[in-house]
């Protein structure tokens, strides 16, 4: 077994330790590259700007960190092209499928950063320039494994002209077109091997010999080498792109617009959705997946059945641009439901301010349908996905709407994923998320931690103490960090670190982040000033735990800070991951 993941730098004890073991295979595996070219690592991937590249690491390591292979890709920004410099897979401890794995992920990296597909040198399989039968051997292995891949040889150049005329084994250039089939024009490509040449191979190329290989491009659109290994003939598929996207699944509630309490003084309005959507939709981030319809039998399998119902009846008899609010809760004899429904809401509500009108409980379902949807498609190998909804969810109990929400999508998706394994749920909103540890109280399969303002200053008063721990089974299962009303932004860092912590202790399966950007600075619900750096961190924090993590969006109600938090957030948290998966590549890791 071996995971790949990416890494970023060298900050982390493990990722120090995986650049080292990586900067000892150079050694052995590439005699002519010197010390100072191996100790560079680091360095180019903490400062993409000073190199004009941006580096891309991943390594294949198993689980005790011994790394089994690694792969370096640049994505040369100003060009807006992929080079692959290293692909190794270490030969004494090579596992099956190792190589494979890192080149398909080099694949979705490129792809991602640009449409200009992917280039990188190759020794060649000719016998006329290779002189070494061993070394012709491995040549002719590596140059049959990406012709499955669909890359080839660049022809009709004179790229693998030796610098000096007793140089045996110059490269070829290799351009993997990704799966685009896309042709790549004349001018582009020399500008593509100009800049290779120069940038990497400078001190050592003469400028007359760069002007030389450039000049001899002479095909418009430029051609690759016909197939030399795989045959159509032979049936052995050329695989495709894996299905495991490196982007992030995005569900945006279609249906929000028609909740809308224009009440004044009701933050939870449908803008929020709007200035998060348009934010994060240009960083090319996401890729939008339409919400699909699911049984109410998901939302019943965590509320009670008869809440479920009276929200459906009651909000469908409510006339057209009316609200009700609850205002009378039964203290005593809660086994007689007030007859009357409008009365009988303070019967399944907590609270005053949140209304049932006739389209609560459409958009609260449609809510749920979205998590569902982007939980399919963590099942289907998306790292991360995000359920972009309102109204929220997290302070909605098993018979209890309240605080903008009426249907806990969360829980909805922690109690769907938990058929699959353990999960964690992370509750990062300003305020308690009451719904989840009622729901899960019991429970030691789903992990519920939040981290919020204290009761006794904020919603919901009556819970979120640190003495609520769980029940049963589910006792130690349930961690609440209610902090104080003024704190500053490393204070706040340091525990959500804790509560990372513990959800590694806990060993999910799959992480499910409540997401609320009221902890942000002047939003009007909350105390705190979180800032965007602060969310990027903690997206990143979040991101480096490895897991496959879904993220639903809760409150949040400062609209003119959300957008831009929540980019930050996200690009934090795509950062920080890590790609897991197993020789099968099966995608949940
Ligand atoms: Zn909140």
New binding site residues.
Partial sequence: MFRIRRIYDDTLPINKDAIAQIEQILRQQFNDLSEAEIKILPEQLRNPLKYRFRSILFVADDNKGRVKGFALLYHVVDLNFCYLDFLSAAPQRTGGGIGGALYENVREASLHFSGEGLFFECLPDDPKLCSDPNVLKQNIARLRFYERYGARPVCNTAYETPLKPEDDCPPYLVWDDLGTNKSLRREKAQAIVRAILERKYGDVCPQDYVTMVVNSFRDDPICLRAPKYVKKETGLPIPQMPSKAIKIALVINDQHDIHHVRERGYVEAPVRIHSIMKEILATGLFEKVEPRHFSEKHIKAVHDPQFVDYLKKVCANVPPNKSIYPYVFPLRNAARPPKELPIRAGYFCIDTFTPLNQNAFKAAKRAVDCVLTAVERILKGHSIAYALVRPPGHHAEYRAFGGFCYFNSVAVAANYLSSFGKVAILDI???HGNGQQNIFYNRADVLTISIHGHPSFAYPYFSGFADEIGEGAGKGFNINYPLSEHLDNQQYRKVLEKALKQIQKFTPQFLIVAL?F?TAKGDP?GSWNLNANDFEVHGRLIGALGYPVMVVQ??GYKVRSLGNNARHFFWGLWKGFHWYYNGQNNGVG
């Fill in positions: 909103d300003y305020h609320g009221d619900t809760e409150g």
